[in-house]
């Protein structure tokens, strides 16, 4: 990827959520200086704030995103704001003129949303080797090769609306966490301690696998055997630790929104959890298609937990089952 291009997709990624931001910033304006009555469409912002959010995503996502994803032939952005919306989500939730909340814990929830952010953003450049744009999903290149043709109009359903429901649903907490205003409670601490350990557990495991990778690719310019699977430290005892400490993460800021009265938002973290489970086999699908380390890799599925970290089953045990 030339350094021109790398530059202009840097320059896009900051300049695209701006339609939104000014819009809102227009609307804050104007309702704290304006003491006449709202006109029809700044007194429905300022009565709908969850379906102003959603407004938000369906135009400047799903539509401009899905625009330049069309002209770019790369969904790539997309992979980014992942790690960007809810932080846009969870400062207006938190400025928007009827949000009420506790002071002390709608902190906490904003720092702790900036360091998951923060955390998930590091981990995704260091993937991409620093790179803005340089690739798109590889689910996203796969359903690109399946739909062929067709792939300019599903991908705005399949890759963006499905978007909208999965991230204003699993962020539904932080709209709670600004809507309710109620002393703090221990279950606040536990909250905060099932985030900070979904943090945690991520950043260690994204980083050991990238630690792995690296060495791989090192390997194989070397022109040597590659190592064919990745079983030490926090994979040891999970095979995909990573997703474990993010859905960690999202079921930590569901306990502050269920300590608030409002354990229905559980339903997003569900959701995630369900998507990541169907994830989780299209990654296992293609680790055994690679030929190198499918045997392993069918060693390990028998001998270490998928999600949740357990002690290992002993191989010499599943050797004598399986005969």
């Given at each position: 990827m030339s350094r021109t291009s790398n530059l202009?997709?840097?320059?896009?990624?900051?300049?695209?959520?701006?339609?939104?931001?000014?819009?809102?910033l227009y609307f804050l304006s104007h309702f704290q200086s304006n003491s006449n009555p709202l006109s029809p469409l700044w007194s429905w912002c300022f009565h709908h704030p969850l379906l102003l959010a959603n407004v938000f995503f369906f135009f400047n996502v799903n539509v401009l995103f899905w625009l330049i994803g069309f002209i770019q032939s790369s969904n790539w952005m997309i992979d980014l704001y992942w790690t960007v919306i809810p932080v846009l989500l969870l400062h207006y939730y938190a400025t928007h003129p009827l949000a009420q909340f506790d002071p002390w814990r709608s902190k906490i929830v904003v720092v702790l949303t900036w360091v998951w952010s923060i955390r998930l953003n590091h981990s995704y450049f260091r993937r991409e080797k620093w790179q803005w744009g340089a690739r798109e999903d590889w689910r996203f290149a796969d359903l690109r090769l399946q739909y062929g043709k067709h792939w300019w109009w599903i991908s705005f359903f399949s890759v963006y609306v499905s978007q909208q429901?999965?991230?204003?649903?699993?962020?539904?907490?932080?709209?709670?966490?600004?809507s309710v205003d109620k002393p703090s409670s221990i279950w606040d601490f536990v909250a905060v301690g099932?985030?900070?350990?979904?943090?945690?557990?991520?950043?260690?495991?994204?980083?050991?696998?990238?630690?792995?990778?690296?060495?791989?690719?090192?390997?194989?310019?070397?022109?040597?055997?590659?190592?064919p699977n990745l079983d030490r430290g926090l994979w040891r005892y999970s095979r995909h630790p990573n997703y474990f400490g993010e859905q960690l993460w999202w079921w930590g800021l569901g306990v502050f929104a269920w300590n608030l009265g409002h354990g229905w938002t559980f339903?997003?973290?569900?959701?995630?959890?369900?998507?990541?489970?169907?994830?989780?086999?299209?990654?296992?699908?293609?680790m055994l298609k690679q030929e190198y380390r499918a045997e392993a890799y069918r060693l390990y599925q028998k001998t270490t937990s998928m999600w949740v970290p357990w002690f290992r089953s002993s191989a010499f045990a599943v050797k004598d089952k399986d005969t």
């Open positions: 202009k997709n840097a320059v896009l990624a900051f300049l695209v959520p701006l339609p939104s931001i000014l819009f809102y429901i999965f991230l204003i649903g699993i962020c539904l907490p932080l709209y709670v966490v600004h099932i985030c900070l350990c979904g943090i945690a557990i991520a950043y260690f495991a994204d980083t050991q696998l990238h630690h792995f990778v690296t060495r791989n690719t090192k390997l194989k310019e070397l022109g040597k055997p590659m190592v339903v997003g973290p569900l959701i995630n959890s369900m998507c990541l489970a169907y994830v989780t086999l299209l990654v296992e699908q293609r």
